[in-house]
């Protein structure tokens, strides 16, 4: 297994660079992003050699990095007969659409059919809900001869609305499954999400590798610079994607208590303030283990919203966190050994590396893909939980 973060602000460097990787990466299969800071002319022709880079390729296009005017390109390839690759279709809950524009679009290119919606008189809870619209679902065909037992990690790159391939991916348990949700590219390419299998382009579903590696590789999570800003408590009560309590008590007011003894700013109103970002996170053995972001309080009724569709569960020790919002974010260091990180960027740093124009820096062993829509991380025994705090970075490395 190989993996390169490319950067340049050069197009036409890393064209030259690629030309030279393919001669001797020809026969692997290749996992790719790119991010779309460039002209569209120049944008397809690096498209263009990346979908025929190998006999498989598998990408997506990505959120910029945050180094200044820097492409970055990352790629992971994989020898002959390690990695089966797959294309997914599953549907998932849908989301809207803005700014469709012609470019990269395909006449074959079809959206993803609607999940079904419940009864409205129905009573369900959304794991119910979730579990109702996608428990017929199936593995994307390319999986189905795959021994479970067999499969060490699932790498995939996502639209929105993964929940059905999620399902689907549980007949793996044994495995980490780690997917980038795709950036949104709408105002690039029309596409809500763009994702290349070989030379097929699609707007919605998944791609992705199964792989089979001897000795698994080791996943982790880290959240560089947040802050906790409490003592651990336990989530006793829990709703959808809500906290309603928390060690039996109103989490909003836990939370604003928190706020104020370390004279954070809040509002006239003693609520916290939109532009300041105050997080949720889970603790195993005393360790951080996934974060959420706060999207909502309300101090009357108690209930904290959280930008996912599950809160934790009943039972599960958290803590809250800030993330200053002065706080910028790095490009993730240079691994020992081969290493994927995803990363959850929505900014950009105006501080721009050293390179010279022309120039294309290798970060070795290293993945880096970035999106503002976060990541999906599921563990063996954890359910998928998708993170989209700033500077998040979830990494599976094999030594």
Not at 60 to 78: E, G, I, Q, V
Not at 179 to 208: C, M, Q, W, Y
Request: hydrophobic share 40%; glycine share 6%; aromatic share 6%.
């Amino acid at each position: 297994m190989q993996t390169f973060t490319l950067l340049t602000r050069s197009p036409s460097a890393l064209v030259a660079h690629l030309t030279r990787l393919q001669q001797s990466y020809a026969e692997h299969t290749l996992l790719f992003t790119l991010s779309p800071n460039a002209p569209p002319s120049v944008l397809s022709q690096l498209v263009q050699r990346l979908t025929s880079f190998s006999h498989t390729s598998l990408g997506c296009l990505s959120t910029p990095l945050p180094l200044a005017d820097h492409l970055a390109c990352s790629l992971l390839l994989f020898p002959p007969g390690t990695a089966t690759p797959f294309r997914s279709s599953l549907p998932g809950r849908s989301t809207p659409q803005v700014g469709r524009w012609h470019a990269f679009r395909t006449k074959d290119d079809a959206p993803a059919a609607p999940t079904e919606p419940p009864a409205p008189d129905a009573q369900y809870t959304w794991a119910e809900i979730w579990a109702r619209n996608t428990q017929d679902t199936a593995l994307p065909e390319s999986l189905h001869d795959l021994n479970p037992a067999d499969v060490s990690e699932v790498l995939y790159l996502t639209d929105r609305a993964p929940e059905g391939l999620l399902n689907s991916l549980g007949a793996f348990p044994g495995a980490t499954r780690l997917g980038l949700v795709a950036a949104s590219t709408p105002f690039i390419t029309g596409r809500p999400v763009t994702l290349f299998h070989n030379d097929k382009i699609h707007e919605s579903g998944a791609v992705g590798l199964a792989l089979r590696r001897i000795p698994r590789g080791r996943a982790s999570t880290d959240f560089p610079g947040v802050v906790p800003i409490s003592a651990p408590t336990t989530v006793t009560r829990c709703e959808g994607n809500m906290v309603n309590e928390l060690n039996d008590t109103n989490p909003t007011q836990l939370l604003l208590r928190a706020i104020r003894e370390r004279k954070l700013d809040t509002d006239t109103s003693g609520s916290f303030k939109d532009n300041e970002s105050f997080l949720l996170g889970t603790l195993h053995k005393g360790t951080v283990q996934q974060m959420y972001s706060i999207t909502a309080g309300d101090p009357s009724r108690g209930s904290i919203s959280l930008a996912s569709q599950t809160a934790p569960v009943v039972g599960t020790q958290v803590q809250f966190f800030h993330r200053p919002k002065s706080l910028k974010l790095d490009v993730p260091a240079a691994a020992s050994v081969p290493t994927i990180k995803f990363l959850s960027c929505a900014e950009v740093s105006s501080d721009a590396a050293d390179a010279a124009v022309g120039d294309v820096v290798t970060v070795p062993n290293t993945f880096i893909g970035a999106s503002e829509n976060g990541f999906v991380l599921s563990r063996p025994g954890e359910a998928a939980w998708t993170c989209t705090v700033a500077g998040g970075v979830a990494s599976i490395e094999w030594a």
